[in-house]
């Protein structure tokens, strides 16, 4: 059976399969032929115009397809995406097929002007973009109604015939680049040009993320190290260091905006405007017309969206908030267990059990996050029968950032500003940030990577051969990732980053180690998560991205409220109360006045440093200006040819 | 001599009289000549190709010049400095020539199709850019050297030949616009689109802003009264007040971007680019490559600037601060003079003298503004001879709105935060807020608006003659308004207004009326200012504009100080001490929460409320979309040029 796979292979090389649709096994044979024939089918005739290949399995089975497409194609969709390269003059500019030969390194028998990912990304846009047109249902199955203008996959996957479409790996290409990236002990950056060849844009930003933040995390870590060493608990010591923070973390987030754009600029992200792509084409909606480009296109319901948000998701997340201060109140009581038990009886082993009950609660607070993750996914898809991503949507991940946010810091607040006990405090944040860092670096890259080594190993004894990676045909690579976890998105590593962030800014006076460990965490998640991208998950589509978008946000947001829990620390600390032994209120108002004087720095400063680089921004500039001019230019040509055809008639209005 | 101006009336009815430049008496014939020639003279030739004519006074002097320029002219000047019309589609567009048949009411035959404020914008943009050839220096005057790209009218008004350029008022429609605008007793808005008309964008944005304020300021005003007729002291009111005030104040200032894009998308400049301008014509620096456009243009040298401001600005500021302290403390001998006497003596002479010492401060704040104003404006042109244009730069506005900051709002702080008066600053604030409005109203426009009814009457009766104002000759007309005082622009007027929001918002609590006088005075304001326009100063050049600018920020950044103060006030007032008797802790506590609540609601508004409309949002896109497929369109075209230019040598390598 695989020789008419090699058959193929042989007499029509220039197919290179791309996608991997995967199709229910016992699929009708009508709806296949339907399915393919709109793939292959033409532009104009409402197809996708791409080639697809059948990969027959040993089984003889029918219900895998490679997708591809010729040179030509993958061109024009570049264009219809709106891919910006590079110019031959260096300038970034949105890629058109008449305009190829003014790109850099394009030449016609070039096939790796387009990366893979890149390529990937265009065939997944315009298999998603296969729209109903006259069919009321899917050939072979007239209970999975169709209505016009709606995305057919859409339709395949929320009715099960299609189980998935993922990006086949190169695994030329991903031995080169787990080499460069992890395969050798080296100092320096991380590849992240090749990253994004790979991955795409959204992946390679969050790595250089990940990069940026650790090496802007050093000089924390740095200076936190003495105070552990000396046990240096002078307040001006303390001030000092929370104030560097606070200034510092504010340099770090603005600085990163920057670094983004000169990065993302390189990429071409930067230009790509993304409000004139067509909505998700995996979209509820009735067809309507989009105000801005005047196609048709689905439209959306706001209104109803609003009414499920109000009266599903908040109360869900209240009761989810309810249950997590339960457990709050559990975890002290378990605390208070735990110090009496010490006290009693003092002894080696009591003072480790005394970092027991934190251990526990942060399992917990692990547990917690994803059991409410799977509860706002299922909400989200309620009602929708089958989810086709298990991405949470917008308005769920702002929920469950929040969520999340107080799952984490809601007992430590508790305890730094209810129960005033900082040592406890220390204590507690300490042991919450270890175990969380240890449990997420084992439960997303260490253990999906044992889980997948076992599977493959089962699979290649299965398949009674035992050859190395590269060795593989084509067959058993797609068995083999097909059977892979799916990455859902950069949303998740994140948070994490998020967290631990929140970890070493909220409380940084407190615990100056943080960074230290946040530091060491990050240099191990670089490797684990570079683990997962290349060895756990399938290859995800690559999603062009300019900004890492609501997080700049978000981090902003965690270090104003660092400044304020910090002041406020500070105030507590007894060394500060030495200070003001008169007076409580002198007291109070200095720390607030310092709190003001923070913010306000730490403003002024977000205000006067510029988001995007100087040379960036005239770039940026030079590219409107030309835009404008090209406008005019178009203007100019629109009135040649409609003062030809008015002439006549204009003629005649003047003689009257 | 009259008759050569109405022969030319005559003969060249085509030729309308729009911008008058008049040069010193005296001025070299050879100046003369050359000057005008190089208006005349053709684009190509480096001149500005517009249409000059001598007017001749019944002295027989021929120093002023009439400026004007043909209608075609007009419309290629109007491309040129990127004029934005509305089209037959209703679309606002960038005018060019050469698509001008697509825009509403264009005719070739209709001359209003600009109107007269945007014909005389041009002529002054196509003047100020006549720039230096190779010109060594002005011809019959050695000693005024030229260098090649430099402005020639900076050069010409630097050193005296050229005394002013303006343009002339349209008698009819000034008429017109007067009668719509204050000529009839009537309730309603302002004619802002004929304003706008009259006297250009950023005119009109700052009535259009006034009359927004008051507006908006009328709701407090409303709430504020009750405050003073039953003389409300109940703390729970004044937190009501304050926190209304507060809330308010935000939503206005979000809700005023939203109405700014609105007017500014009617008028079109809120789609004009103005980063691409050319700099500013009077501009001293080498040419270099402007390296967004790539036309060669004066360059910018910002480290010689910030060295002036290091060097020069700073100590100077910091003198004045430290001599408007010094008043201060007088101010404060003087008010405790003044309560010394009125304790010694009791009488309602005696308590009207409480007053006095508040309203000599007022006018002495009013001198240094003027002074320190005068002074730095001396420091700008400092080492370079001659001051173009009155108006501030920058860098001097930004230290001067903070010195009137400082200076009018210092005593207020003093009194208190560090006095805890709160019946001096409820005083204080009320005889400042009002002797400051009357000041202001009084030396802004009525002082003017007599000076000039003054010279009037002595000019007509120097002419004898007795006309009304339509009935004037063109000469008389120009030797009226040539002496008429020059505004400055909007700077002055908006930074009223700033500071009467300060006095309204800052100290709210204490002062439930100061809203109501703002209201009142601000009805007025319109009407003097509108008197100001049109009857005291020569008519402004028209000056495109998006939005008030840097007053935004300003407005804002008030806003958010007067959240704190407020907080602050009604934490001190002893109502609200009353209600936390035993721990003054808890109290400053609370306050510091209330306050932090109030600014994360404020940051939470303004970061929810849109600054656009969604319908102006979905305009914008579509430009921008319409002039990124115009881009792809333009290098289509040009690729096809360069195809056909390749083809014979990519068909050579191909074959290799």
């Given amino acids: 059976?695989?020789?008419?796979?090699?058959?193929?292979?042989?007499?029509?090389?220039?197919?290179?399969?791309?996608?991997?649709?995967?199709?229910?096994?016992?699929?009708?044979?009508?709806?296949?032929?339907?399915?393919?024939?709109?793939?292959?089918?033409?532009?104009?005739?409402?197809?996708?115009?791409?080639?697809?290949?059948?990969?027959?399995?040993?089984?003889?089975?029918?219900?895998?397809?490679?997708?591809?497409?010729?040179?030509?194609?993958?061109?024009?969709?570049?264009?219809?995406?709106?891919?910006?390269?590079?110019?031959?003059?260096?300038?970034?500019?949105?890629?058109?097929?008449?305009?190829?030969?003014?790109?850099?390194?394009?030449?016609?028998?070039?096939?790796?002007?387009?990366?893979?990912?890149?390529?990937?990304?265009?065939?997944?846009?315009?298999?998603?973009?296969?729209?109903?047109?006259?069919?009321?249902?899917?050939?072979?199955?007239?209970?999975?109604?169709?209505?016009?203008?709606?995305?057919?996959?859409?339709?395949?996957?929320?009715?099960?015939?299609?189980?998935?479409?993922?990006p086949l790996h190169d695994r030329e290409e991903l031995k080169k680049l787990r080499h460069s990236w992890y395969g050798r002990v080296k100092v320096g950056y991380q590849p992240l040009d090749e990253i994004r060849c790979y991955f795409g844009e959204t992946i390679a930003l969050y790595f250089g993320f990940l990069e940026y933040f650790t090496f802007a995390l050093v000089p924390m870590a740095v200076i936190g190290i003495p105070y552990y060493v000396f046990a240096w608990e002078d307040y001006d010591k303390y001030v000092m260091f929370a104030t560097f923070n606070l200034l510092w973390s504010t340099v770090i987030l603005e600085v990163w905006k920057r670094i983004c754009a000169i990065v993302t600029y390189r990429w071409g992200t930067l230009l790509m405007k993304r409000q004139f792509e067509e909505p998700r084409p995996g979209f509820h909606g009735v067809l309507g017309i989009n105000p801005v480009t005047g196609r048709e296109e689905p439209v959306y319901s706001s209104i109803k969206r609003q009414i499920r948000i109000y009266l599903v998701s908040l109360p869900f997340v209240c009761l989810c908030l309810y249950f997590s201060l339960y457990v709050m109140m559990i975890y002290f009581d378990l605390e208070q267990w735990a110090l009496d038990y010490h006290e009693e009886n003092e002894s080696n082993f009591s003072s480790l059990m005394l970092f027991v009950p934190s251990i526990i609660y942060a399992v917990v607070i692990e547990i917690m996050n994803r059991i409410y993750r799977y509860a706002a996914e299922f909400l989200t898809s309620w009602g929708k029968k089958v989810v086709y991503s298990s991405s949470l949507n917008t308005n769920n991940k702002y929920f469950y950032l929040q969520f999340n946010f107080l799952n984490c810091f809601a007992s430590l607040f508790y305890i730094a500003f209810v129960l005033f006990d900082m040592k406890l405090l220390r204590q507690s944040l300490a042991t919450l940030l270890i175990t969380s860092q240890i449990l997420n670096q084992f439960a997303e890259s260490l253990l999906p990577y044992w889980l997948q080594k076992r599977h493959k190993k089962r699979m290649k004894k299965r398949m009674s051969s035992l050859k190395t990676d590269t060795d593989l045909t084509l067959v058993e690579q797609i068995n083999l990732e097909k059977e892979m976890g799916t990455y859902f998105g950069t949303f998740d590593d994140y948070l994490e980053l998020f967290l631990q962030f929140?970890?070493?800014?909220?409380?940084?006076?407190?615990?100056?180690?943080?960074?230290?460990?946040?530091?060491?965490?990050?240099?191990?998640?670089?490797?684990?998560?570079?683990?997962?991208?290349?060895?756990?998950?399938?290859?995800?589509?690559?999603?062009?991205?300019?900004?890492?978008?609501?997080?700049?946000?978000?981090?902003?947001?965690?270090?104003?409220?660092?400044v304020v829990t910090n002041c406020i620390l500070i105030g507590m600390s007894p060394q500060v109360n030495a200070l003001f032994p008169d007076s409580k209120m002198d007291l109070i108002l200095t720390v607030a006045l310092v709190e003001h004087l923070l913010l306000a720095i730490k403003f002024i400063m977000a205000f006067v440093i510029p988001d995007k680089p100087r040379d960036i921004q005239i770039k940026l500039a030079k590219l409107e200006f030309e835009s404008l001019e090209a406008l005019k230019q178009q203007i100019f040509l629109l009135t040649i040819s409609v003062l030809t055809n008015d002439s006549i008639e204009s003629g005649g209005d003047h003689k009257r």
Same sequence: chains 1, 2.
Wanted: with cysteine.
């Fill in 502 to 562: 929140g970890y070493v800014s909220l409380f940084s006076c407190v615990y100056p180690l943080a960074a230290v460990f946040a530091v060491l965490n990050n240099i191990t998640e670089i490797y684990s998560d570079a683990l997962k991208m290349c060895r756990v998950y399938k290859r995800p589509f690559a999603e062009p991205t300019a900004n890492i978008g609501v997080w700049q946000l978000a981090f902003e947001t965690m270090s104003v409220i660092s």
């Fill in 1 to 166: 059976m695989a020789e008419s796979w090699s058959f193929l292979d042989t007499f029509e090389s220039n197919f290179r399969p791309l996608v991997v649709v995967e199709l229910a096994k016992g699929t009708k044979k009508e709806t296949i032929e339907w399915f393919t024939k709109r793939i292959v089918d033409k532009k104009a005739n409402g197809g996708a115009q791409l080639l697809v290949k059948p990969l027959v399995t040993e089984k003889g089975e029918e219900n895998i397809y490679l997708v591809g497409a010729s040179h030509l194609r993958l061109l024009l969709g570049a264009e219809t995406v709106g891919l910006v390269k590079e110019c031959n003059d260096n300038s970034m500019r949105t890629f058109t097929y008449s305009s190829r030969k003014t790109f850099r390194d394009f030449a016609d028998d070039n096939h790796n002007f387009l990366t893979m990912a890149e390529c990937q990304y265009i065939i997944k846009h315009e298999l998603e973009n296969l729209r109903a047109k006259d069919e009321k249902m899917i050939p072979g199955y007239p209970q999975a109604k169709l209505y016009p203008g709606k995305s057919i996959v859409r339709r395949l996957l929320t009715s099960g015939i299609l189980v998935q479409i993922f």
